[in-house]
């Protein structure tokens, strides 16, 4: 068993290296052992390409030419994820192991996907191939958090994101932008944009901090910008219609393309308003939503219950007044050093 897992965590590692390229899928990683040996490794790298168990595959076959049917037969896949039963972008993955005869495929947890879950192991057993599962299980869906939610919950993995002063403030109180964290912290922030599908605020942070939401900091892929805008108050000229990133407005009068934005009208729209965009941005595959604010924006999604995970800075300055940051009801679950700032991280199911 310990061998399995040491394998499989090697999966988890390289699954995490899809990270930010590969939703709406999953990340997965898997590797082929034979003779206690790692003899091909890979993860699925970009959307739409090959799946980790196929790019296997194929490096066995043209690194072992001739080789290559006997060593599948007596070797072992490890995977992070149940290989795939249907054709979607790619033929399906447990008929290609089927198909090559690998002698055992050891995999951490099933995939949660209506079209999968447990029928790619089926495919596996009927083809004579033996599967052990449920390896490092908690890890493997905890990588994949994000894609759980998307296939379970029909939304995106919902992160809130805020900056606090020491005494709780997360702004003036006169409608102005006062920056609260480091230049470390602000790295991090970039990269984590990078990370996520999406990034939203609420119409007075676009009028008061005129915001770019977008990746300058770190290397990496622009996030979809998500504003909340009933009124259309938030003028052409603002960054985050400049169409350096794609922009969704959800708004109250218009739907409607221009550029790089689109404007989405919703019905009633204070009317379960979190609900409904969490919905939209779902059926546009956002997998993972990044919500910064204000104080309004972040009260309607913990109003609604809609979070997953919130990541809080605390600075060491006091202010003495402004807006006060939101209240959550749920215990730190992790903490760290972000140059001066404490950077606090809180689970709204914790799983580990
Ligand atoms: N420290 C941090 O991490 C962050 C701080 N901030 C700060 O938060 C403040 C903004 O937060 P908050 O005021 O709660 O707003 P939000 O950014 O959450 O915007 C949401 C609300 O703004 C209201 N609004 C107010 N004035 C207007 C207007 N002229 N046009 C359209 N909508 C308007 C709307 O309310 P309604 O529909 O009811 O009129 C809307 O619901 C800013 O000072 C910003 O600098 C923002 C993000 C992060
Ligand atoms: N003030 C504040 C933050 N504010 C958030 O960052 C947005 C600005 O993004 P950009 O224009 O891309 O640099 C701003 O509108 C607000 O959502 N973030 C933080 O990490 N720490 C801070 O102290
Ligand atoms: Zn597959």
Request: glycine residues 8%; contains cysteine; proline residues 5%.
């Amino acid at each position: 068993m310990q061998e399995h897992e040491r394998y499989i965590r090697r999966c988890l590692e390289l699954a995490q290296l899809g990270s930010g390229s590969v939703s709406p899928n999953p990340m997965v990683g898997a590797l082929l052992v034979s003779d206690g040996r790692i003899i091909a490794e890979n993860y699925h790298r970009k959307f739409g390409g090959p799946h980790a168990e196929a790019l296997v595959v194929e490096e066995v076959l043209s690194s072992y030419g001739d080789q290559a049917t006997e060593l599948f037969r007596r070797a072992t896949m490890y995977v992070s994820l149940e290989p795939c039963a249907h054709h979607g972008k790619t033929p399906p993955c447990a008929r290609l192991l089927a198909e090559y005869r690998i002698g055992r495929v050891v995999i951490a947890c099933r995939d949660p996907f209506e079209k999968v879950n447990g029928a790619g192991i089926r495919i596996l057993e009927e083809a004579g191939v033996e599967v052990i599962e449920g390896v490092l299980a908690e890890e493997a869906l905890w990588l994949n958090r994000r894609f759980t939610t998307r296939v379970v919950h029909q939304r995106p993995y919902i992160i809130l994101k805020w900056a606090q002063t020491a005494d709780g403030y997360m702004a003036p109180a006169n409608n102005t932008q006062r920056w609260i964290t480091g230049a470390v912290a602000k790295q991090l922030v970039h990269r984590w944009r990078s990370e996520e599908d999406a990034i939203l605020v609420g119409a007075n942070t676009a009028l008061v901090d005129n915001p770019q939401l977008t990746v300058r900091e770190w290397q990496g892929r622009n996030p979809k910008r998500v504003l909340i805008d009933k009124q259309l108050a938030v003028a052409p000229d603002a960054k985050l219609l400049d169409g350096s990133a794609e922009t969704i407005v959800f708004n109250a009068t218009k739907s409607d393309w221009v550029g790089t934005v689109k404007y989405i009208e919703l019905e009633d729209f204070d009317w379960y308003l979190p609900q409904k965009i969490a919905y939209q941005l779902y059926l546009m595959d956002v997998q993972s939503l990044i919500v910064e604010g204000g104080r309004k924006t972040l009260d309607l999604f913990i109003g609604a219950g809609l979070w997953d995970e919130a990541r809080v800075f605390t600075s060491r300055d006091s202010w003495g007044s402004g807006m006060a940051a939101p209240a959550l009801h749920a215990a730190v679950a992790e903490h760290q050093g972000i140059g001066p700032d404490r950077l606090d991280i809180y689970y709204r199911n914790p799983q580990r």
